[in-house]
């Protein structure tokens, strides 16, 4: 159990970067917005590279977000239903939701490489340091989600079998 709780520590290391980094994306595309706004505003010159970085931050930011939300329990669930069940109802409810979102997540990783290798070329005007961003990096967060998620449903089975109560990973503020 203690190499349980230590993976569930580092799911939450990986849930605060997770937040830090989906708010960064967030941070920086309104930053360039309001930036891309006041140029056409005041020098009638719109910045043609805001609107896909503002794409590429979009789709970083949800992928981020994706983690964090699973982590913290902001998913919906049907909890009014699942808690007339009884304590072995909710043990076997929470055992095959596990199961079903470990499939979902092992089916998109198993897909991964695939779907990476069929990204191919650039995304235009996207560039770091100069060169352009391949499209394939646009999938690495969604990814890298999936997979802490199915660590996260591999930690929580290890507590649902070993008969701790259903972790609320939440902090006292929302999300």
Not at 44 to 61: C, R
Not at 134 to 160: G, K, Q, W
Request: aromatic fraction near 14%; hydrophobic fraction near 55%; glycine fraction near 6%.
């Amino acid at each position: 159990m203690a190499l349980v709780h230590l993976v569930d520590r580092w799911l939450g290391v990986g849930e605060r970067i997770f937040l830090v980094l989906a708010n960064v994306c967030l941070a920086t595309m309104l930053v360039f917005n309001i930036i891309n706004i006041a140029s056409r505003a005041v020098f009638d010159i719109g910045i043609t590279f805001i609107f896909p970085w503002s794409v590429v931050l979009f789709v970083w930011m949800t992928f981020f977000g994706f983690f964090v939300i699973y982590r913290r329990r902001k998913d919906i669930t049907v909890d009014f239903l699942i808690d007339r069940m009884g304590p072995r109802g909710k043990l076997f409810t929470r055992l095959v939701v596990n199961a079903i979102v470990l499939c979902l997540m092992s089916v998109m990783l198993y897909y991964a490489p695939y779907t990476l290798r069929a990204q191919i070329g650039e995304i235009d005007m996207v560039t770091i340091f100069g060169f352009l961003v391949e499209r394939y990096v646009m999938s690495v967060p969604l990814f890298t989600a999936c997979t802490l998620i199915c660590l996260n449903v591999l930690v929580d089975t290890a507590h649902a079998l070993h008969g701790d109560t259903e972790p609320r990973h939440s902090p006292a503020g929302d999300i």
